[in-house]
Structures are given as structure tokens and as C-alpha cells.
């Protein structure tokens, strides 16, 4: 879509002299852009805007070294994409094409989402690693200040992600070099445990759990016995994170394990859990207590809460024989999900001793987070099978959605799915932001809700 002459223009008016940006700047009515790389030379070009959506080149200087990171490459029909220009302060993007001799045409200007966090009223969108990438916020310390989750980059490697929300400043962190990392947990003084795919000799994709603290290089926890696979998906205050690993060499079986950051100490769970062979953990809190499913003698997969070697069976809605703890609070309520009579999956809250299921809004319902309060937040689908980020709060299911100002919900398609809640109730999970709302245009991005 070509933008008009009105809002290309307003762009030109609104602008002011300012510092450079990393790719370009717009002052006045010139647009400078500091490398633009062309038939294997390196330019430094500037071009001058003339109403109502033309550019004119106006110099092309030759530059004697080539930097680290061009800014753009221009193909030889003379066409490119500036990713990055500064203009008023706000980032932009744009596309430019060759309209013959001197002229060049801007069009599908928008503001650019590459590393941006974009603030709204109620929720923010955390931002993206690269155009055309995506991001997702699964965890949050509990001053809602620091956010753990992953985004894709340019060259198309997901890494994890440290959001520092305060200053609007995303933390890129090392994976294992598999380039499919995920930051899945995080505690209140910033580590972040995960899990990412590793390099291997025949090309298998075997994950492999880690933690990164905020003064440290990423930290391979290994695996269990001659296990190849594991995974991380939960950590408390204490450095204490947990997770599942394969101990033997063919990866047949898995087992909930414990890993302490602070003495490198890896151990399966002990004791009898639940009767079978495999169990699987997602949530710990302050005072050891984990949350996770276990398979049972007779073929069952039930939720458990385990602490000092005892697990807990938290049993299933309707006696349906599956159930999963994905979380658990420092009152040592559990939430997850189970199977129910009707088929469907039904988020649930337990304390140990009772299993409470959720409203739903006519579909599958799952719970992912809750905190102190009680407050649990998940997925959940309604009756067609669409898609809604929740917050079960005061015996009823609310779409967080539908709780947002109209300020905020013009900006975002929709939310799909929360991961995570403190206990001030700040939310995140990840949804679908809109880019270029006119054209239908939108990707998906990790957001922050302070209702």
C-alpha cells in the first residue's frame, strides 16, 4: 500500500534534529541514512523529502570502510527497506523504491517494532527481536519488573529473553546453540532457567536445560545418568530449579528432577512418585514444595505436589485419570489442568487435599500461573474454539481481553495466552499486536497487563 501524501508529510513536519539513530534519522526534510550498501560498496547517502511522498537523492558518498552491520542492502532494481528512522524521537520503518532517475516513492510506513517495547494504559507490548519475528513472556519476578520468555532474530534463531520492563530494555541471552532456546522461569533476582536444543553430530534435536544468571554466561545443567534430553521450567528464590530429564542413553524414559544453581547438584526426585515410571515437573516455590504429573501403576498421569520426598496425588476432575500441576504459589495451592467427564480440559486449583475446577467459557481451559492470592491465569477456548488469554479471579473466569480499556484493545487482535502472575496481579503471556491494522497485518508478541 502506498501512504498518502498527508501522513508522509506529517511525518517530515513532526520531525525534529535529533541524535542519530543506529540505521537513520529524518531532520527536517532530509533523510539520512549512514550505510547503505550497494554492488559491494558502502554509501553514505541522504535523501530530501518533496510532498507529498516522494524522496530525492540528493548525495551518495563512497565510504572507505565497511562497517560490522550495514544498514541496508539496496538490490540493483534500486529497491530497499530501512528498518530504523528516527523521527521525532518515535522509530519508524520504511520501504523505498526507484520510481525512475532521481525519485524514490516511501511506502508501508509504520513504526517499526524491531526491539521496541510499545506502552499502552493497561497493557504493553514487550516487543520483537527482528521484523517478522515473534516473542513470548512466560515468567515474572514478583516486583513485575523483569520478564522471562524467548524471541526470534533476524537470522531466524530463538533466543532467550530477559525484558527489564522499567526501562524498556530487552536482554538478549546466549542459548546452547541450538538456537531453539526458551526462558521459561525466572525469580525475583533475575536468573532465568530454560531449555534450548543443542548441536549434535547427526543432526537430532535434543533439548538441553539451562539457567542464566545476571552476571554469568549461560549455564548448561546437563542431563540425568546417560539421559541425552532435559528441560527446565520452574525456579524459586532460592536457585532451586526444576524440571524432567532422561537418565538413560536411548531417552526412553523422563524424570522430575532438582538443580541447584548454587552448588550445581542435579538429583531425581526421590521416594515413590505416584507408582510409575515417568514424572514430570513444572513449578516450585520458596519452600520446596513442586508442582508437577507423574504416571501411576495402573497407566494414569495425575497431578502431584511434592516436598522432602512425599508426593501428593491431587487425583483428576471426574475421575478422568489425567490431570497436570503447571504452578504452584508459597501457600502451596496448585493449578493445571485436567481431563473431565465431557472430554475436555478443565483448569483446576488444589490445595492438596481437594481438586476445585474452574468456569470455562464452553471449551478447553488451561491454567498455567497463580500467585499468593489465589489469582490463577491460563488459556482458554470458547465454544468455536477460539482462543483466550484468562484471569480467574473471585470465583469467575474474566477474557483479559475484554477487561482492557478501548485505548488498549484498538492496538491488539487479541490475547491468547497468560503464563504467569504476581502477586500485585501484573499478567504476562503473549497475543497478537497489530501492525498495520488497515491491511489486517499483525504478529505475535509477549505482553505485560497491570489491571
Known amino acids: 500500500m502506498k501512504y498518502s501524501g498527508l501522513m508522509f508529510a506529517s511525518l517530515a513536519l513532526c520531525s525534529t534534529v535529533s541524535n542519530a539513530a543506529d540505521q537513520a534519522t529524518f531532520s527536517g526534510d532530509t533523510l539520512h541514512i549512514y550505510h547503505v550498501q550497494y554492488m559491494n560498496k558502502m554509501y553514505d547517502v ?52 526507484s520510481i525512475g ?61 530477559r525484558f527489564h520492563y522499567t526501562d524498556g530494555h530487552i536482554e538478549v541471552l546466549e542459548g546452547l546453540g541450538g538456537g531453539r532456546a526458551e526462558g521459561r522461569a525466572i525469580n525475583n533476582n533475575g536468573t532465568i532457567a530454560g531449555h534450548d536444543t543443542i548441536p549434535t553430530d547427526d543432526d537430532s534435536r535434543v533439548y538441553h536445560a539451562f539457567y542464566n544468571t545476571t552476571d554469568a554466561a549461560t549455564k548448561d545443567i546437563g542431563t540425568l545418568g546417560e539421559g541425552k534430553d532435559s528441560r527446565a ?8 530449579i526444576v524440571g524432567w530429564s532422561a537418565s538413560l542413553a536411548d531417552n526412553s524414559d523422563n524424570i522430575a528432577y532438582t538443580y541447584d544453581s548454587n552448588t550445581g547438584a542435579m538429583k531425581a526426585l526421590e521416594g515413590n512418585i505416584l507408582g510409575g515410571a515417568r514424572s ?52 502451596g495451592q496448585a493449578t493445571g489442568w485436567s481431563l473431565n467427564a465431557a472430554g475436555n480440559y478443565a483448569a483446576f486449583i488444589s490445595d492438596g487435599s481437594s481438586m476445585q475446577a474452574l468456569p470455562s467459557f464452553g471449551g478447553d481451559t488451561k491454567a498455567y500461573g497463580i500467585n499468593t492470592h489465589g489469582h490463577v491465569v491460563g488459556s482458554a477456548r470458547d465454544a468455536e474454539d477460539g482462543k483466550h488469554a484468562f484471569l480467574y479471579k473471585d ?44 491491511n489486517g497485518k499483525n504478529y505475535s508478541a509477549a505482553f505485560r497487563i497491570k489491571l
Open 46 to 97: 541522504k535523501m530530501q523529502f518533496r510532498a507529498p511522498d516522494k524522496l530525492i537523492l540528493v548525495s551518495a558518498a563512497e565510504l572507505s570502510t565497511m562497517p560490522d552491520n550495514p544498514v541496508v542492502k539496496v538490490s540493483e532494481k534500486l529497491k530497499f527497506k530501512v528498518t530504523e528512522i528516527n523521527i521525532g524521537g518515535s522509530i519508524y520503518r520504511a520501504d523505498i523504491a
Open 101 to 161: 532517475g532521481q525519485e524514490f516513492q516511501a511506502t508501508g510506513v509504520a513504526l517499526a517494532t524491531h526491539g521496541k517495547m510499545h506502552k499502552g494504559q493497561n497493557i504493553s507490548n514487550l516487543g520483537i527481536l527482528a521484523e517478522g519475528s515473534f516473542s513470548y513472556a512466560y515468567s515474572i519476578s514478583e516486583d513485575g519488573s523483569i520478564i522471562a520468555g524467548r524471541s526470534r532474530n533476524a537470522n531466524r534463531v530463538t533466543l532467550p529473553i
Open 233 to 240: 521450567y520452574g525456579i524459586n528464590n532460592n536457585g532451586i
Open 280 to 331: 514430570f515437573a513444572f513449578g516450585i516455590n520458596d519452600s520446596g514444595q513442586i508442582a508437577g504429573v507423574a504416571t501411576t501403576a495402573d497407566g494414569s498421569a495425575l497431578a502431584f505436589i511434592y516436598k522432602d520426598g512425599v508426593a501428593t496425588n491431587l487425583g483428576s476432575i471426574d475421575n478422568s485419570g489425567y490431570s497436570e500441576a503447571r504452578a504452584i504459589n508459597d501457600k
Open 395 to 438: 470465583g469467575e473466569l474474566h477474557d483479559l481481553y475484554e477487561m482492557l480499556p478501548a485505548e488498549d484493545k484498538a492496538k491488539w487482535k487479541e490475547l491468547r495466552e497468560a503464563f504467569s502472575i504476581s502477586d500485585d496481579g501484573v499478567i504476562v503471556g503473549r497475543g497478537r499486536y497489530w501492525s498495520d491494522k488497515e
